[in-house]
């Protein structure tokens, strides 16, 4: 199983200075599913120092819970040491973290089966709680007792559905009745960490799954705006370019985003683009279009063709290919000209303004002659 050959170096270079290490989690998951892995995680018996000490350019990212990040070849792994955690008074941070000296110590820790596979190209793949099985299965079961877990770390619960809504895994049904009951304890997470799930969960390629936030009530008690999402419009995500604001746009033009998307501390950048598309949905005629273009921007304009009619398209094509008039700048005529016939002050915003609506409707008038013709028209006094 080939999972990435830069991070096997690195273990290659921690068992060479008489260490135990291991590709663990989502990228021994991801290989097992047949996909690319994303990030690489490595644990390992070495201590966050002897990490330190072995490579050359590390990272103390986690130190404190025995995560360094380690530069190697072009990427960035993030190689822990192995550990057990102690209490968790605030439903989501361990209170303590003991190193431990065994990788099935380790792997009791973690959040998901799927999860909690490990694998060395020598040793082979050490599986304690069924992750390979669940992985054929396609199912999300907690490692061990599932209250017990979601107690630990709500944020845990969160996660089960962005799985469900990523991989399109079905979330085993003692594992969903425990996110029912605990579901409460979501409350407990930042809010800048939901948003990071949420995120993640409808960019997912089914993103339908998403669902399972409503369905377990953990919704209401993720975000106090959550009614601006409608859940039934998710099944219509799994068609769309994997953009934020083109999906949230989706899920909530019925009213709230802003407020939702300020309270989850989402970017003024995606909040805007948001809302900007949310108005756009819908437009379909040449005038609106360009309305839409001079207020909103051409990008997006161009990502509203993902979820406006054919005829939005079509007419957004025709703008573009026969180079339609659209901004003041546009105009065959500008404020000097118009000071040139006599008229000053705010009048000269008003009357370009007036022209820019004329030539949206009919694109032939932006000539300089027949603009000024039509200021003489409707502008004489």
């Known amino acids: 199983m080939i999972i990435s050959p830069a991070g096997l170096e690195i273990i290659e270079k921690l068992e060479k200075s008489g260490f135990e290490a291991y590709f663990v989690g ?7 599913m047949g996909k690319h892995p994303g990030d690489i995680d490595i644990t390992t018996s070495a201590s ?3 990490v330190i000490h072995i490579f050359e350019k590390t990272y103390p990212t986690g130190i404190n819970h025995g995560t360094v990040t380690v530069a190697e070849n072009g990427i960035l792994a993030e190689v822990t040491t192995y550990r057990c955690e102690k209490g968790y008074k605030d439903f989501r941070h361990p209170d303590g973290v003991e190193f431990v000296s065994d990788i099935g110590e380790d792997l009791c820790r973690r959040d998901f089966t799927v999860n909690a596979i490990a694998y060395n190209p020598s040793k082979g793949i050490v599986d304690n709680f069924g992750g390979q099985k669940d992985v054929e299965s396609k199912v999300i079961r907690c490692v061990g007792e599932p209250d ?3 107690a630990e770390d709500a944020l845990r619960m969160v996660r089960a559905v962005r799985f469900a809504a990523v991989l399109g895994f079905e979330i085993e049904q003692k594992t969903l009745d425990a996110i029912k009951k605990n579901a409460h304890l979501a409350s ?4 800048e960490r939901i948003a990071v799930e949420f995120e993640k969960t409808v960019l997912g390629d089914f ?4 669902k399972l936030w409503q369905e377990t009530g953990l919704i209401k008690y993720l975000a106090e705006n959550s009614k601006a999402i409608d859940f039934l419009t998710f099944k219509k995500l799994a068609n769309l370019p994997k953009i934020a604001p083109l999906r949230f746009a989706v899920i909530m033009n019925g009213g709230g985003a802003a407020e939702f998307l300020k309270e989850l501390r989402f970017s003024n950048e995606i909040i805007k683009t948001t809302e900007s598309l949310i108005v756009g949905i819908g437009i379909e005629t040449p005038i609106e279009i360009k309305r839409y273009i001079n207020k909103n921007g051409i990008k997006n304009a161009e990502l509203l063709v993902y979820i406006n009619s054919i005829k939005y398209k079509t007419e957004l094509e025709k703008i573009f290919s026969e180079k339609h008039p659209i901004f003041i700048r546009d105009l065959k005529i500008n404020g000097t000209d118009i000071m040139e016939m006599g008229i000053t002050g705010k009048k000269t915003g008003q009357i370009l303004l007036h022209l820019l609506e004329k030539v949206w409707e009919n694109p032939g008038m932006n000539t300089k002659e027949k603009l000024i013709k039509l200021i003489e028209e409707d502008f004489a006094e």
């Not at 989502?26 to 097992?32: E, I, Y």
């Not at 407990?188 to 809010?191: G, L, N």
């Open 148 to 150: 017990s877990r979601f």
């Open 188 to 191: 407990s997470i930042s809010k």
């Open 26 to 32: 989502g990228c021994v998951r991801d290989v097992l």
């Open 207 to 210: 993103p339908e799954n998403a």
């Open 48 to 50: 966050p120092e002897e």
